[in-house]
């Protein structure tokens, strides 16, 4: 009787493990894109730098779902040291999804499965889930950027949204297809600050058309400044 009650002991003590485990998903599949300044003679090297960059993204993302963007900076130092020196062993698989290599940059897109487990145990050992941080009301919202003619549109585009608006705390790409890229945009508040930047930021070769459709998405059509006259 004593080994049948230790046997089912054990079996919800299992079951337990693997509810907890449960709550966690074992990775987070993400495209993102990196990029490397060319240099002279030695094309390889850029290369795989380019790729390692956006694999740093990935994990740098990925680390976004234990930890606030504000920690990400406070403890800069030690997550390079710890997390990003050796970021390819939380990347469980990667694909490159298109490359461009030009006079002066590399880039790729590709698509990267990172290992949670890993990082949040990482984390962990660095005693940084321990800390008690304030809770920002995150809300994501879906943003559809069409008849993008031109590559580097989309990435002064992405570039503005990462750098320059301080109420966004994660912009991840979703898919790409011609003239036509899917993103995720978590930001603070609700979204109509970010219309309204959007309503008056001048990029120096397009203009933007907005068209909310709904609460959490909007879509976002670009129009050559030389064919609309503005």
Do not use: C
């Amino acid at each position: 009787m004593k080994r049948v009650v230790a046997i089912v002991g054990l079996l919800i003590a299992g079951l337990i493990m693997d509810l907890s485990a449960a709550e966690l998903p074992q990775v987070k599949e993400l495209m993102v894109v990196g990029s490397r300044e060319m240099v002279e003679g030695d094309v390889g090297k850029v290369r795989q730098d380019a790729i390692l960059n956006a694999l740093k993204e990935a994990v740098r993302i990925s680390l976004l779902e234990f930890i606030p963007s504000t920690m990400l900076e406070e403890n800069a130092i030690a997550l390079d040291m710890e997390i990003f020196s050796r970021v390819t062993q939380y990347v469980q698989t990667f694909k490159i999804l298109s490359e461009t290599g030009k006079a002066d940059r590399h880039e790729v897109l590709l698509q990267a499965q990172i290992d949670l487990h890993k990082l949040r145990d990482s984390l962990s050992a660095m005693g940084l889930l321990e800390e008690k941080v304030a809770q920002e009301e995150v809300v994501r919202i879906r943003m559809v950027l069409a008849e993008v003619s031109r590559y580097p549109w989309y990435r002064e585009f992405e570039d503005f949204l990462r750098e320059d608006l301080d109420f966004i705390r994660g912009v991840q790409l979703r898919s790409v297809m011609t003239g036509e890229f899917t993103m995720d945009i978590d930001l603070i508040g609700d979204i109509q600050p970010l219309l309204d930047a959007l309503k008056i930021k001048e990029f120096e070769g397009f203009s933007l058309e907005i068209d909310q459709g709904l609460e959490d998405q909007v879509v976002i059509r670009f129009r050559s400044r030389e064919t609309s006259g503005s």
